[in-house]
Structure formats: structure tokens, C-alpha cells
């Protein structure tokens, strides 16, 4: 955790930015029960979303349903990734970003 909280690429920091002061400090007394249900919670938005894809025939079902899961997960650390970095601030194309996110969930789920 030292490490992480060190790097400014990392993607600790993105989550700790996106938590309010009073809110990790009620994450860090209730133990880790807190970030198992948001884990559980974003695992079944990114199952539903899926199952969006599967049905509009955007993306292929998987035999192994947390390679999907995975899939997802990776383009979208990969895409906020982007904004962890301040040396990227001035040459960032959000667009071409999001599309790179997007055909990494493609391929990898067609």
C-alpha cells in the first residue's frame, strides 16, 4: 500500500480520490466487509451489462463467465489509467481512449 500511495500512475490513488475523507475512514473501522460489497455489486452491473451485450449480439457468452468479468475489468482499469497520469493530461484524446476500451472488450469477447 506504501508503494502505491507513492506512485501518482497508480490505480490505488484513483480509488482513494474517489472516496470521500469520512467515507474511508468508516471503509478502514468496518474492515474490508464494505469492499467486498461494492466488489460484489460492480461484478453484477459489469454480469448485467454483459448479458446486455450477449442479447443485442454486440459480444459473444463466454464459457468462462469471470473471463468476461475480467475482460471488462482490465479495458476499464486500462481507460481510467489514463487520467492517473498527469503526463498524459495534454495530449489525451478521450475519444480514441474510450475506443481502445471499447475494441479491447470486443475482441477479447467476440
Known sequence: ???NSRSKNSNFI??????ETDK???????????FIKRKEE???AVRRLMEVG?????????ENR???????????LGYSNYFCSTSNL???DIEKIK???YTLILKSLS
Not at 66 to 76: D, L, R
Open 24 to 34: 474511508l475512514r468508516q471503509y478502514l473501522e468496518e474492515g474490508n466487509q464494505i
Open 90 to 92: 495534454a495530449t489525451m
Open 14 to 19: 484513483l480509488a482513494l480520490s474517489s472516496i
Open 42 to 44: 460492480m461484478s453484477n
Open 54 to 62: 450477449i442479447d443485442e449480439g454486440i459480444v459473444r457468452a463466454q
Open 66 to 76: 469471470e473471463y468476461e468479468y475480467h475482460v471488462f475489468i482490465s479495458a476499464m
Open 1 to 3: 500500500i506504501e508503494e
Open 99 to 101: 475506443e481502445n476500451a
